[in-house]
């Protein structure tokens, strides 16, 4: 068998579907994304094609080391987001070409489903207390949320008073034991970050995410110092070789690598395994399209420490299309209880409806992050 054709779909609301084809007329499908950066992402995609060209699918573990390896710059957003896509798509190959999903050709699944949480509210946390409600009503036992609005670096205590009364608001309308996980997005810089997470400790948070920006993260000593919340981050770290520094360093108590944007499938596994050697969870950041998650599941297949997985459906930047709009089989994905169960179908076990995407591929998107600045005209982290 022989890889033969790639083929790229930018389609609403904000994602990028890869197809690569097989002389064999065996297909697999990718998702290669950084959201904002479509069409850059889109390009390296094609890029790293041309050395697949004519080679085996199977030979995914070196074909994850020459892409990744054979450019003299390497990691980073872009890059690692198009081998992601590629890492997929090649899984997916193989998975299809020997009629078995991908969780058993990476040694058996050791889990039959996983918990999974729904956003509520927006970019702006607002009216979230119903949203909550709406969420535990549908079955889900977690949930997620903007933390906070933008803070300055030094800012006044009644932004914190209402970021703790959001939560105060959520954490009442769903009572004391539905996970809630606070998203800090990355806003809140160290001297803020210490004051918002010991204000939000009694409000039993299930985690707080990225409480300062991954490039901060010596912060995370003092912040870890300063409650008992377990703290999560990785959804901007791209290679295990990111990650190392964090597990050295000892205060991230859950990973979110995202199969989309880590390397994909063979990255986030051997991720996964670093982390277990820490007594670190895994939870893996995915607010994309049905191939990201699908991906995804596969991960937290063989993964003892997954306890948790984001998905997209019904996430506010999905109003264009959702995540079973792509898809065939829409009940790949069976929501019960608050769980998710594993795909069993061959390959990532999504069956890809690509004349929706061709049709949908017409619009397109170009999506691009908010820009918000402060009070005084500068930036603000979005």
Known sequence: MKITKFTTYIVPPRWL????ETDEGVVGWGEPVVEGRALTVEAAVHELSDYLIGKD???IEDHWNVLYRGGFYRGGAIHMSALAGIDQALWDIKGKALGQPVHQLLGGRC???IKVYSWIGGDRPSDVANAAKEAVARGFKALKMNGCEELQIVDTHDKVDRAVETIAMVREAVGPHIG?????????HKPMAKVLVKALEPYRLMFIEEPVLSENREALKEIANHCSVPIALGERLFSRWDFKGVFEDGFVDIIQPDLSHAGGITECRKIAAMAEAYDVALAPHCPLGPIALAACLQVDAVSYNAFIQEQSLGIHYNQANDILDYISN???FHYEDGFVSIPDGPGLGVTVDEDYVIERAKEGHR????????ADG???EW
């Open 180 to 188: 809630i996980g606070a998203d800090f997005h990355g806003r809140v």
């Open 378 to 380: 500068s930036f603000a």
């Open 57 to 59: 699918p199977f030979l």
């Open 330 to 332: 829409k009940e790949v």
């Open 367 to 374: 999506w691009r992050n908010p820009i918000w600045r402060h």
């Open 17 to 20: 579907f890869l197809k690569i």
């Open 111 to 113: 889990r039959d489903r």
